[in-house]
């Protein structure tokens, strides 16, 4: 779809199940909005930022692949602290070369989160006549979406990233480009955002409007922007190369499938669900002080689940290979709880 022209007091963010983002992915609304335009932008940086047709086009056609392949990973809720941390342990080791991607293709992840504390969550961006609701600052159950996308036979392993804002534009559904950046590792001392990126903001950000500010966290639209996709895309990668984390694939049944085929639809595609509970319990209980009761016996092993740190390890020969995270104390009930969230899609290892 080319660039929209829309009515921006028609726009609303939107809250999509995994069912919904596949279902507009599959109906090609992945879309940017002219806001340099609409929203009047005079900073120099912002037409510039402004995705073209052709990007969209391209970042549609990845994404369609990606989803059609199977290459969609749902992560569940991951708090915003839980994003930082993501940020200040992932950046780290991604530049380390220690953070592996779960495809050498283009990739797409979901997750939920609670926006209600974000800054200019229930705010309006207002110029004059116009007014449009922050998309995916929501309140509680916000969703982002991303498109990561590994550079084809790039020694190094960097890649892109594209945000895709879910928001309803003049009644239809959509998928809108966001902050978009390209993540390059770097040798010597990390920059001071953990990570190394050069970043398109997306044009929103350079609104002359108060609402803007908190946007962007009072910083720059570059910094902020490159925080909003580099924080959840490290998230992401350290989760997945953290040991003893779930991942199923969820397809849907046969039956299904095969009466869709017959009134001529084409298949659902199958999809990733990680089992992020344990960890995001694991990261939100590191620093808190436990009160010591009463004793019971037993072993001095938390109860809980918990991170054992990775570090690098070199041998006599020279060799330098880095000991993955892994997540201990995920507790039984737990995992049969995830398993039993399957509703009616089978899943096959």
């Not at 770097?186 to 044009?203: R, W």
Request: with cysteine.
């Amino acid at each position: 779809m080319p660039l929209s022209e829309v009515d921006i007091r028609q726009m609303e963010a939107w809250r999509p199940t995994v069912a919904a983002v596949r279902e507009c992915i599959l109906a090609w609304t992945v879309v940017s909005v002219d806001f340099v335009s609409l929203l009047r932008i005079t900073h120099p940086f912002a037409r510039a930022c402004n995705p073209t047709e052709g990007e969209v086009e391209i970042t549609a056609q990845m994404c369609h692949d990606a989803l059609t392949h199977g290459r969609f990973i749902d992560f569940g809720d991951l708090p915003n602290a839980v994003i930082m941390h993501g940020g200040n342990r992932g950046g780290p080791l991604w530049n380390m070369r220690a953070l592996g991607m779960p495809f050498h293709e283009p990739w797409l992840f979901y997750h939920t989160w609670d926006s209600k504390n974000a800054p200019g969550s229930g705010h309006t961006l207002a110029d004059h006549e116009f007014h449009i609701s922050r998309p995916g600052f929501a309140g509680p159950g916000a969703v982002s979406i991303y498109m990561v996308n590994p550079l084809y036979g790039d020694p190094l392993g960097n890649f892109e990233v594209c945000e895709l804002q879910p928001t309803v534009i003049n009644g239809i559904k959509s998928l809108l480009l966001a902050d978009r950046g390209l993540f390059n590792q770097v040798e010597g001392p990390l920059p001071a955002n953990k990570y190394n990126c050069t970043v398109s903001p997306a044009a929103i950000r350079f609104a002359d409007h108060p609402m803007a500010k908190e946007l962007n966290n009072f910083g720059t639209p570059h910094s902020a922007a490159a925080g909003n996709i580099g924080d959840p895309v490290m998230t992401a990668l350290l989760i997945l190369n953290t040991r003893n984390i779930d991942r199923q694939t969820i397809r849907v049944d046969d039956k299904l499938q095969r009466a869709r085929a017959k009134n001529g639809k084409p298949p659902i595609p199958a999809y990733d669900r990680v089992f992020s509970a344990p960890y995001v319990t694991a990261v939100q209980a590191r620093g808190q002080r436990r009160e010591r009761g009463e004793d019971q016996g037993g072993s001095h092993a938390s109860p809980i689940p918990h991170i054992r740190m990775g570090h690098p390890r070199t041998y006599a020969s020279g060799r330098s290979i880095f000991i993955a995270d892994t997540l201990v104390n995920v507790p039984p009930e737990s995992r049969a709880a995830f398993k039993a969230s399957r509703t009616h899609y089978t899943v096959r290892s």
